[in-house]
């Protein structure tokens, strides 16, 4: 028998179906990526460009961190893969104990898988299981915000609020209602968070008045929506938000996969904000991207809500074969040391302010018609030229062109760059940006 030909095909592109990519486009003018060290990428030619993205707003540490690399030797050298059903191992409890340690108030217990999609799947869940098992079992409902993105599962699109991730995939979960997003025109080219726009969170008590409390199980949102464009919250919305939630019973989840791991100069937004979520979900940041994990934070009534069963009886019928799986574990601790020894969250805080005046610096140049900013990170809106996306994604490839790696989302593009960026590096960042803009003008 001939056996399979099996042997790469050189320059084939064919057959990786990419995600969330015009495949055809792409094969035709490949972006490829070789290389990465600390804030730069290398293309297969050599070509550098800075990380404006940190990734996918993930790689907070920078690239090719050498700790985290031996920590994950390392383990894979005394322990390929453990369970975590009904056994476990050290890493898992080590790691879960020093994140309860970081997280503001007594969000104290961690539920772990593989990314930001199965991290938002999670917290739905246990939230629904939260209820049931306190008598609430009518609680099934939840609420997500338009221009919300929490992942691609089928309880991420139906509570998230970008119209191309849901109108391709059916009915998807019944029973979820959408507060309006806080984008508000009068609120163009604010620096930190908007002025106007908290009275957007009462929107919930309309939404309560129309199915009634003991029917809703959560709100969930980004404190911060990051792939819609960058928009931070209006001033005094989240309190606002937390106030309804309490006042009626409804658990609060903080999609924090972004905002997570020292984003906003802080080490979460429900810092920055003084607001604690009932749950909180992250990814990304949390193992550098070094090796995939998410995670849900739990509060400790809600986690005690789901002990009452009989103590041999399973707590939550839910969990991933790679739930805490020791490589990530061993790669999430050691990129908290990093977080810890050098400092990295406060580092954000410090350059968010030379950020700020770089990237709002970029007002006045053509078709820029808002610019938003928090932490390190910022949103800048370019007017449409034809159909959605067309501008956004000419900036997107002129950026890369140039050296500089940005995200498109519609005619949006949004940075954040690692933690690590120096200020000259964030000029080159606004510079690059700006020749971008000029253009594709
Ligand atoms: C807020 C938010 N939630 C969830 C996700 C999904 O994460 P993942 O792509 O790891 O599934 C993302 C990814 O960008 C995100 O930004």
Redesign the pocket.
């Known amino acids: 028998m001939t056996p399979p030909n099996t042997a790469p095909a050189a320059n084939n592109l064919e057959a990786f179906f990419m995600p969330f990519t015009a495949n055809r486009q792409f094969k035709k003018n490949p972006r490829m990526l070789a290389r990465a060290k600390g804030v730069h990428y290398w293309t297969p030619e050599g070509r550098k460009i800075i990380d404006g993205t940190a990734g996918?707003?993930c790689v907070n540490a920078g690239h090719g961190r050498e700790e985290i690399k031996a920590a994950i030797a390392k383990q894979l050298d005394e322990m390929d893969y453990a369970p975590s059903f009904q056994m476990g191992h050290p890493k898992a409890f080590e790691l879960a104990a020093r994140h309860a340690a970081l997280l503001p108030g007594d969000l104290n217990h961690a539920f772990y898988c593989n990314?930001?999609?199965?991290?938002?799947d999670s917290a739905l869940k246990i939230a629904l299981a939260y209820h049931r098992a306190n008598g609430q079992g009518t609680r099934t409902r939840f609420v997500g915000r338009e221009r919300g993105?929490?992942?691609?599962g089928f309880g991420?699109i139906s509570v998230g609020g970008m119209v191309n991730n849901r109108k391709w995939f059916g009915a998807m979960l019944p029973g979820v209602d959408h507060l309006p997003h806080t984008h508000l025109p009068e609120n163009a080219f604010s620096k930190g968070e908007p002025e106007k726009g908290a009275h957007l969170a009462d929107a919930l008590e309309g939404i309560v008045g129309l199915h009634d409390a003991s029917n809703i199980a959560a709100v969930i949102v980004?404190p911060c929506a990051?792939?819609t464009g960058f928009l931070p919250p209006p001033k005094g919305y989240l309190k606002r938000l937390r106030e309804i939630c309490d006042k009626h019973g409804i658990l609060l989840i903080f999609?924090e996969?972004?905002t997570g791991f020292g984003r906003l100069g802080t080490s979460f937004a429900a810092e920055k904000f003084g607001v604690i979520p009932d749950l909180m979900?992250v990814?990304?940041g949390i193992s550098n991207a070094t090796v995939p994990m998410?995670g849900v934070f739990v509060r400790k009534n809600v986690f005690d809500g789901l002990m009452n069963g009989p103590e041999n009886a399973i707590d939550l019928f839910h969990g991933y074969t790679y739930s805490a799986h020791p490589l990530a574990c061993a790669a999430a601790s050691a990129v908290l040391d990093i977080y810890r020894d050098e400092e990295l969250f406060a580092r954000a805080a410090e350059l968010s302010p030379y950020w700020e005046e770089g990237i709002h610096s970029l007002k006045g140049l053509p078709n820029v018609t808002d610019i938003r900013n928090l932490g390190m990170a910022c949103g800048i809106d370019l007017a449409p030229e034809g159909p959605v996306g067309t501008r956004g994604y000419k900036a997107f490839a002129k950026a890369f062109e140039l050296g500089l790696m940005v995200r498109q989302s519609g005619d949006a593009i949004a940075m954040s760059p690692p933690l690590v960026i120096e200020k000259a590096q964030i000029d080159e960042i606004v510079d690059i940006t700006a020749k971008t803009i000029k253009e594709v003008a």
């Open positions: 996918l707003w990314s930001g999609s199965e991290a938002v993105y929490h992942g691609v991420g980004e990051g792939s999609d996969v972004i979900t990814a990304k998410g």
